[in-house]
């Protein structure tokens, strides 16, 4: 099997690249036909459907289709998504109407309910493809078992990890210098401030997740949220989460009578100074924002003692993906070392990595300690403990349930 040579040593001496390669973990074995799928990925064009909501992101994709092409000859097109659930109804028409080739989508940036879904309908690849990618190697799976188990749904080699992701809380400290460390302490700071305290609406991904992280501190029990929702017992279950945002809802921005509709405008609430406290489902992005101008540099992150909610995000091949090999070629140069970094890099992005960096070669390790993590962020041990996904029919219950109780304000 044949030895990669990572992109970031490339400046290093001959000698001590080999050395380094050759006696380090940080290697990743060539399938037997990946020397194939290069060549068959080269001159394609891959179509990657992926949320183009946040512009340190798109920056950051523009980056990997350069790469893409310098490296592989392949073409990226970015193709900006507001709502994954529209990419699985694209791809969903296609098999309806008979398309089993030449579909519109070769990969989706994808998880939760929608992957479950895509899987449920038979609308990705049936090949068991991301364990077969030479940096699958580098993941950490024992450390990271979400890289396997997509809002508990078995990825069964159908999707291959991108990015960690856990809900962090941030706080202008100029302002607010001791937040709350807790769900029952939020709720005691929005009655003390009102208006000072808000979350997207759902069905935007980052207020589903705030709906989910409430009842997971309030369901009796937790294990119930590992199963799919029963039907019977959903109000029940549920009673004590509306409960809270009933008496949450008045003390609210605004009265909780109008929602930011994004994450990104939630934080613009904190940087004008109408709120005290935003979130972001990445612990790197109050880091981020802060470098970008977005926010002052008085902002902290923090997470509630107990827990918040974490999961992996992937990308996915729908079964009648126009360049297979390409994305292929996409999903594994996501994986590597040089993208996995600069990635994690606030500067950049702030997204932390799959990669089990305890792992890796010396050099490689230095690379990832190397991260500047910035005033705000967090490092991994202040990150506090994950609590596990539900099975993604709650999110889809929370959605509806929260519609027909507010959506009408």
């Not at 959903?234 to 929602?259: I, S, V």
Request: zero cysteines; proline letters at 7%; aromatic letters at 10%.
């Amino acid at each position: 099997m044949q030895v990669i040579r990572r992109q970031f040593l490339q400046g290093l001496a001959t000698v001590s690249l080999v050395a380094v390669l050759a006696t380090g973990p940080s290697l990743a074995a060539e399938p037997a036909d990946w020397a194939g799928i290069k060549e068959a990925a080269k001159g394609q064009t891959v179509y990657f459907h992926a949320w183009g909501g946040e512009p340190r992101i798109n920056a950051y994709i523009d980056w990997v289709a350069g790469e893409l092409k310098q490296q592989y000859g392949v073409t990226l097109e970015h193709v900006k998504v507001d709502d994954t659930a529209n990419v699985v109804a694209r791809v969903l028409a296609e098999k309806t109407a008979g398309k089993t080739s030449g579909g519109a989508v070769d990969l989706v940036w994808i998880n939760g309910e929608n992957f479950a879904a895509m899987k449920r309908e038979g609308l990705l690849q049936a090949e068991a493809w991301a364990e077969r990618l030479p940096n699958w190697s580098l993941v950490d799976v024992e450390g990271k078992p979400t890289v396997r188990k997509d809002f508990t749904v078995a990825t069964d080699g159908l999707e291959s990890p991108w990015g960690m992701a856990k809900l962090v809380f941030m706080h202008d400290s100029a302002r607010l210098a001791e937040p709350p460390a807790s769900l029952q302490a939020l709720a005691e700071f929005a009655k003390a401030n009102p208006g000072r305290f808000t979350y997207p609406q759902p069905p935007n991904f980052h207020g589903s997740t705030f709906l989910k992280q409430a009842l997971s501190d309030l369901i009796d029990d937790r294990e119930k949220l590992a199963r799919p929702v029963d039907p019977a017992r959903f109000e029940a279950d549920t009673a004590a989460l509306f409960a809270w945002l009933d008496a949450l809802h008045p003390n609210l921005w605004r009265g909780g009578k109008a929602f930011p509709q994004s994450v990104a405008a939630l934080r613009q609430l904190l940087a004008d100074g109408e709120v005290d406290i935003a979130f972001s489902f990445n612990p790197g992005d109050a880091s981020a924002a802060i470098a970008a101008g977005e926010l002052p540099d008085t902002v902290r992150s923090f997470v509630f003692a107990g827990g918040t909610i974490g999961n992996s995000h992937f990308v996915a091949i729908p079964f009648n993906a126009n360049a297979p090999a390409a994305a292929k070629v996409l999903a594994n140069f996501l994986l590597s070392l040089e993208a996995q970094a600069r990635k994690e890099d606030p500067a950049i992005w702030g997204d932390p990595t799959v990669l089990n960096v305890a792992a890796l070669a010396d050099a490689d390790k230095a690379r990832f300690a190397a991260i500047d993590l910035g005033k705000a962020g967090l490092s991994p041990s202040a990150l506090g403990p994950t609590l596990p996904e539900p099975h993604p029919s709650w999110m889809e219950a929370l959605e509806a349930a929260w519609a027909k109780r507010y959506g009408a304000q």
